[in-house]
């Protein structure tokens, strides 16, 4: 069945001399590194909202897609055809997860009884067609913040309405998740912040979004969900102030409130830098809490401030984010999910299909090069060795807690020779780039 991508051949691996821009350059979802294959590795999914019904607007502008799917009058029709079109992208592109809002998948009704009973129709549909391929659904989540009941937040809500609408509409979208076989479930606080503290009770909205959270955590367990919950932190946009802003945020907060053993972290690529982090950065942080859950694959622009969802082509961040999956064991439940949208300028259906294959390639060339990098322990060797003086003498006291600082100020009072050695940053990088280069 082939009928929105009609002229798209189904996507294989062709290697990195085909000039062919239909076909992976380093995307072989069979080739192996270590024990698990690229496929296993990678764990690659689809978006549904930016793939499916991003029409490409902006603020200064109307949508400029071209998209058959779209081209009918009743939402419902057009909810149908939109599963239709993503099945037939995610066959072409071998892309074995997907990812949704609940309203991505269906409209909302004028009661929140007939939005539900359009869910269940549509979630039946997307049954069928998961019935005859082996796509999986890695998460599903609730979008609480398109909505104009939003204003003020969902269930970070001055108004307390708004946090019974908004538990019922996750309790639903929790269910649909399950339904489906999804492997998490993903909290994006898009309204769960403020614009000025003038108005805002910080302490009643955070107590009453980690009650939110208990809530949904006591929910899953009653019906047997057994997906991880994960949280998606970003800083901003599009609310001034988001409660989630970054790993180490949502890892304090989730302590304080102890909800830590029940949530991992989605991170997100372009959120990350609008925290005024690297990438990197952010999947360090969650590994080294044991948090690292998934990934929302994309990236910004250096010169726009704002959460561009581009998709992933730059080596360097690939290159990295993949080290740092690695060292984790990989994503385990999780996946890397393209959060990533085509520009506005390229609204042709194929553009979808030459994002994908690009985003796809730069992970698995990131795969490879971090994988030889961590085979040869070249940056891990570095690093073991700066730290050395922790693993003898008086650092070794140090690590151990053997010392306090009376001992210190004694060893200090000896010990006016302070030498220390050079960071080397420039050799590293320089290092780093000769594997990307050469791998
Ligand atoms: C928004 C964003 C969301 C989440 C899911 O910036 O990343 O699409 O991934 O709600
Ligand atoms: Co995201």
């Not at 069979?30 to 902006?58: C, I, N, P, V």
């Not at 053993?261 to 590994?287: P, V």
């Not at 080290?323 to 385990?332: M, S």
Request: aromatic content about 14%; proline content about 3%; charged content about 25%.
């Amino acid at each position: 069945m082939t009928k929105y991508f009609k002229d798209i051949p189904v996507i294989s691996y062709e290697g990195k001399d085909s000039k062919n821009p239909l076909a992976f350059k380093y995307y072989n979802p069979k080739e192996k590194l270590g024990s698990q294959t690229m496929e296993e590795h990678l764990r690659f999914s689809m978006s549904y909202w930016h793939t499916l019904t991003g029409a490409g607007t902006d603020p200064f502008g109307a949508g400029t897609m071209i998209r058959e799917w779209d081209h009918f009058a009743d939402p419902m029709d057009k909810a149908k055809a939109r599963v239709e079109a993503a099945f037939e992208l995610l066959k072409k592109l071998n892309i074995p997860f997907f990812c949704f809002h609940d309203r991505d998948i269906a409209p909302e009704g004028s009661t929140l009884r007939q939005t539900n009973k359009n869910l269940d129709i549509i979630v039946e549909y997307i049954k069928q067609f998961m019935n005859d391929t082996d796509i999986q659904l890695l998460w599903g989540t609730a979008n609480a913040f398109g909505h104009p009941r939003y204003v003020h937040g969902a269930a970070t809500s001055c108004n307390a309405d708004v946090f019974a609408y908004v538990a019922a509409q996750v309790k639903k979208a929790i269910e649909i998740t399950y339904e489906l076989g999804g492997k998490n479930y993903v909290f994006w606080g898009g309204r769960e912040g403020y614009e000025t503290l003038l108005n805002t009770n910080m302490k009643l909205e955070l107590d009453n979004f980690a009650r939110f959270l208990q809530m949904a955590v006591d929910y899953a367990k009653e019906i047997g969900f057994k997906g991880q919950f994960l949280i998606e932190p970003k800083p901003k946009e599009p609310t001034k102030h988001q409660y989630d802003f970054d790993v180490a945020t949502v890892f304090g907060f989730l302590k304080k409130y102890e909800l830590d053993s029940y949530f991992k972290m989605n991170i997100e690529a372009n959120h990350a830098t609008l925290a005024g982090h690297t990438f990197q950065h952010e999947l360090h942080t969650a590994r080294m809490y044991g948090i690292l859950g998934s990934v929302d694959a994309n990236q910004g622009d250096p010169l726009l401030g704002w959460d561009t969802d581009q998709f992933p082509t730059n080596i360097y961040d690939t290159t990295l984010a993949m080290y740092e999956i690695l060292k984790n064991d990989g994503l385990h439940q999780g996946g890397l999910n393209f959060d990533a949208k085509v520009r506005r300028g390229s609204f042709e259906p194929i553009d979808l299909v030459y994002s994908y294959i690009a985003g796809m390639d730069a992970f698995a060339r990131g795969l490879k090069v971090a994988y030889k990098l961590l085979e040869d322990k070249t940056i891990e060797n570095f690093i073991d060795k700066r730290y050395q003086s922790y693993t003898e003498g008086i650092g070794k006291s140090i690590v151990e807690g053997k010392v306090g600082f009376k001992e210190l100020e004694e060893y200090a009072l000896q010990n006016d020779q302070i030498i220390n050695v050079s960071g080397r940053q420039e050799m590293l990088e320089g290092i780093l780039n000769q594997y990307i280069l050469e791998v």
